[in-house]
C-alpha cells in the first residue's frame, strides 16, 4: 500500500509539508561550513605528506614564517604530549608526530592574512623525510613479513603469534557448525574484496576556530556533531571541555564522515599562537580525499550449508579489514554482525581482523561495516539459490528471522519488519517485468541496527503559544521538519508554530552526532517527551486557574480540559492563552528530556536491481532500482523516501565506479572528483521505493531510524544482477566494465 | 602580487571588487561580495556547485578567474528569486517535492537548471539528467530533483 494511504491516527505525523529551513537553502542564504567568517579572521592552510610512510627529520618554517602576513605556524611541538587511545588517535592524525602514516597526513599548518598567502607560505615550510617501506593493501599488510605500521598497537585480543599489523582479533557466534554443514545439501565458500569508498559529501570540511591564552575558545564548523568536537578538540589540545563553545553551521553532507575531527584542531592551534585571532580553514577536495575518514578496504571469506529447500544451516564468516594506520575505526565487528543478520541460524561463527595499512583513519560510512558483509553474504546466498533454482525471495523469506528470534550476532530480535519488507518486495510489480536480453535482475537484503546514544533536548512555549525546540542533533536531510511535526502532533498545533533550533554546544547537556541513523528516533523520542513535561505544567496552570486537581485535567488538540464530567464544567483553554498568561501564572513553560532513549528498533530493507550489461564494453547500465524498507513508521514520507534512494546511489556507487587508487609509491592517485567517480544524474534511472511500516514500540510514534540500512543491499543485488545477466560472478568490488569484461570472457573461455 | 579591479554588474546591480589574478571568480563573489550561496566542493569543475551564468551562459565560476568577470554579467543564486521574494518555480518546487536533503549542492543545481529551460522548455527526463550530469548530488539519487525540475518545466510552460 502507498504511504499516503495509510490510515492512522495522526494529523500531523505522516504527512508530506515543506522543511523549515527549505527558503534558505533554495535562496542561498543557508550557511555552511565555509560561509562563516569572524572579525579579525585568518586563514589557515595545511602542509601535508606526500609520502604513505615517512619518518620525519625536520621541519623547518623560516621562509614561510619570514613573508609578511603570516601569523603563525603549528606542528606537533605545538601540541600535549601523554595522550593515549583514541584520545592520542585523532591527535596524532590531525598532526603528525615522529612518523607520517599516510599520503596525505598533516604535518604542519599556517596561518596568515589570506587564504591565498597561507598557501604561498605552507609551500615553503620545509619537511625533510626519509621515506620508510609502505603497504596499503589489506591482505598484503597481514603478511607475516609486512612492514610494519606501529609496533605493539595490537590490543589484549590479539592472539600471540599473530603478524604485527593485526591489532584486533574477533571470534563469536553459537551452535554446532560442523553439524550444521554435514546437515546441508549444498555447502560453498567464496572471498570476496571490496575496495575503500569515499562519504562524498560535496561541501568540504571547514571551520573557524578561535582560542585565547585562557583556554577559553569557539568554533563553528560543518559537523554531525558539535559536542564530539568539542571534546575531540579538548583533548587533542588539552582543553577544559567547557570552554569551548563549538556552533554547527549548516551541514552539506557528512554521511558519518563528519563524527570526527581532522583540520578543527589546529585551527584552534594556530590561533592561539597567533595572539587568539580566528583561523579560518577550509579543505580542498584532495584533501578530504587524501586526509579525511574513508571506510576501510576489506577482505571477506564466507561459508554457508543450505538445503535443498533452501534452508541455512550453517554459516562461516572471517573477515579482514584494514582501517588506516589507527586502532579501533574499522568496523569489521559491525560487517560482521550485520552480515547474516536477516536469517534465522542454528549455527553461525565470525572472525574478524584488524589490520593497520598505510591509509587516512577510516571514519563511519553509513552503516559502517554492513556493506561489505552484505556483499559477501548476499552474493553467496544469490549464488547458492542459483545453483539449486530456487527464488532468491522464497529463500529469504523461509530463513529471515522475526521477533523471538536470536540473531546470527546475539541478542534476540525484539519487534521487526523483514517479512513484512520481503513480501512487499516479492507483491512490486518490479519484480515481475520481463527482461529482455544481455539484462539481469538482482536481490539482495540488508540490515541496520539503529541506535540511540546520548540525547539531550529542551523545548519551551513562547508567550503567544507557538513552541522552539533545542536539539543537538545537526539536520542533514530534514530532521527539522520530522521533528517539529512529531511536537505539533503531541501539542496540537499547527506545524508551522513550531521551530525547531539546532543549537550550540553551550545550549544543552551532551548530544551525541547525527549517527547510526538516531536524530530521528533519539532526538525525537527526547523531543516528544520534554513536549509532555510541558503539556503537564499546562495542565497544571489550567488547573490552578480552574481550582481543581490537576490529575483531573487533559491535554487535548491544544488546550487543557476538564479529563471528564466529574472533573468540573470548564470549557477548553488553548495553549495561547495558556502561554500569554505564563508570567502571572507561574512563569516561563518549559521541557526537558535528557538520557539513553530506549527501545531501539532495528530495520531491515530488500532491493531489486535490473541491469543490462554491454557484452562488448562491460559496462553495467542500471535499468531499474526499487527499495523496500521498513521505516517503523515515516514522520515525513518524502524525506524517508529521500534516505531510501540516496542510499541506494551510494551503494551503487561503491558497486560500480567508486575506490581508492593507491599507486605503488602508495600515494592516492585520483584525489578529485572526476577520477573518484560517483554516481552523476545520468547513471541512474528514477528509484522506486516503497515504506514498510512495522511500528517500533519503542518509539512514541513507532520511528525505526531510515538513514543506513539502504547502502547495503546495493552492492551484491548489483553483483546477483550482473550474475543474471552474464553468466560472471564478480567478487570483487567495484565491477568496473574491464572486471566485468574479463569475468565475462573468463566464464566464456572455460 | 597587485590586485585588478573589476567592475561587473552582478544579479542585476553594479560591482566592483578587487581580485588577485588568481583568485577565482567563485573567490570573489564569496570572498569580495559576500555572495555565499554558490559553493566550492571541488575547484575543479567536476561537481557544480559553484554554477552560475556568465553573460547568460552556465558556467563553473571556480574555473573562471574573477578578472574575467570585467564588464560581464554574473547570475547567482541570489538572484534566483524576484526582488521582492518571490520564489522562481524551480525554487517552490524543490522545496514542495523534497528535491534537497543537505542542500549544498542545491544553489548550483537551480542554476544549472533555470539554465535547461531557459533553452530547452520541455526536457525529457533523459534531457535532464544529461543536462545536470555535471552537478554533483550525494543525498538524494537525483530522482526528486528530475521530477522537481521536470514539474517545474510544466509550471513555466502552463504560465507562459
Known sequence: MAKDEIKTP??????????????????????YGADFSAPGMLFGAVVRSPHAHARIRKIDASKALALAGVKAVVTRADFPTGLEGEKWNLQDNAMAGDVAFYDGHAVAAVAATSALLAKDAAKLIEVDYEILPHVTDVDEAMKPDAPVIR????DYSVPEGMPPNVVRYLDFGHGDLEAGFAAADLVRERTYKTEATHQGYIEPHACVGQ??????????????????????????????????????????????????????PLSLALSRKAGGKP???????????RATGPTASASMDVKLGMTKDGTITAARAEF????????????????????????????????????????????????????????????????MCRELGLDPIEVRLKNAVTEGDKSSYGPTFKSIGLKEVLAATQAHPNYAVPLGPNQGRGVATGFWFNYNGDTSVSMAIAEDGTAQVAVGTPDIGGSRASLGLMVAETLGIPYEHVRVNVVETGALGVNEPSHGSRATFASGKAAVLATQEAIGEMCRRAAAEWGIDPEAVEWVDGAAQPSGPNAGKFPPMPIAEIAGNMSATGGPICGHWQGLPEGV?????????????????????????????????????????????????????????????????GRLQNPIFLDYRIPVASDLPMIDTVIVEVPNPGHPFGVRGVGETGIAPPLPAIANAIAAATGARLRHLPMTPPKVLAAIRAGADG | MSKIHVSATVNGDPVEFLADPRETLLDCLRDHLDLTGSKEGCGTGDCGACSVLLDGRLVCSCLVLGVEAEGKRVETIEGMAEPGGELHPLQRKFIEHAALQCGFCTPGILVASKALLA??????????????????????????????????AADLRGAA
Open chain 1, 211 to 264: 582560542l585565547g591564552a585562557d583556554g577559553k575558545g569557539e568554533m563553528w564548523v560543518t559537523t554531525q556533531g558539535q559536542w564530539y568536537v568539542r571534546w575531540m578538540c579538548a583533548a587533542v589540545l588539552g582543553l577544559d571541555a567547557a570552554q569551548l563553545r563549538v556552533t554547527p553551521s549548516e551541514i552539506g553532507g557528512g554521511f558519518g564522515g563528519k563524527t570526527t575531527v581532522f583540520m578543527e
Open chain 2, 119 to 152: 533553452r530547452n522548455p520541455d526536457p525529457t527526463e533523459e534531457e535532464v539528467r544529461y543536462w545536470l550530469a555535471g552537478n554533483l548530488c550525494r543525498c538524494t539519487g537525483y530522482d526528486k530533483i528530475v521530477r522537481a525540475v521536470m514539474d517545474a
Open chain 1, 10 to 31: 495522526f494529523k500531523l505525523v505522516g504527512t508530506r509539508v515543506p522543511r523549515p529551513d527549505g527558503l534558505d537553502k533554495v535562496t542561498g542564504r543557508a550557511r
Open chain 1, 320 to 383: 579482514r579489514m584494514q582501517g588506516g594506520a589507527y586502532t579501533g575505526l574499522s568496523p569489521v565487528g559491525e560487517a560482521l554482525q550485520c552480515a547474516f543478520a536477516p536469517y534465522k541460524l542454528p549455527a553461525v561463527s565470525h572472525i574478524g581482523y584488524e589490520v593497520l595499512a598505510n591509509r587516512p583513519k577510516a571514519a563511519a560510512y553509513r552503516a559502517p561495516g554492513s556493506p561489505m558483509g552484505a556483499f559477501a553474504a548476499e552474493s553467496l546466498i544469490d549464488e
Open chain 1, 601 to 665: 528498533g532495528a530495520s531491515f530493507g530488500t532491493h531489486v536491481v535490473d541491469v543490462e550489461v554491454d557484452p562488448e564494453t562491460g559496462k553495467t547500465t542500471v535499468l531499474r532500482y526499487l527499495v523496500v524498507q521498513d521505516a517503523g513508521r515515516a514522520i515525513h514520507p518524502s524525506y524517508v523516501e529521500g534516505q531510501y534512494q540516496g542510499g541506494a546511489a551510494q551503494g551503487i556507487g561503491w558497486a560500480l565506479n567508486e575506490e581508492y587508487v593507491y599507486g605503488t609509491d
Open chain 1, 279 to 289: 583561523v579560518k580553514i577550509v579543505m580542498d577536495r584532495s584533501e578530504v580525499l
Open chain 1, 151 to 154: 609496533a605493539g598497537a595490537a
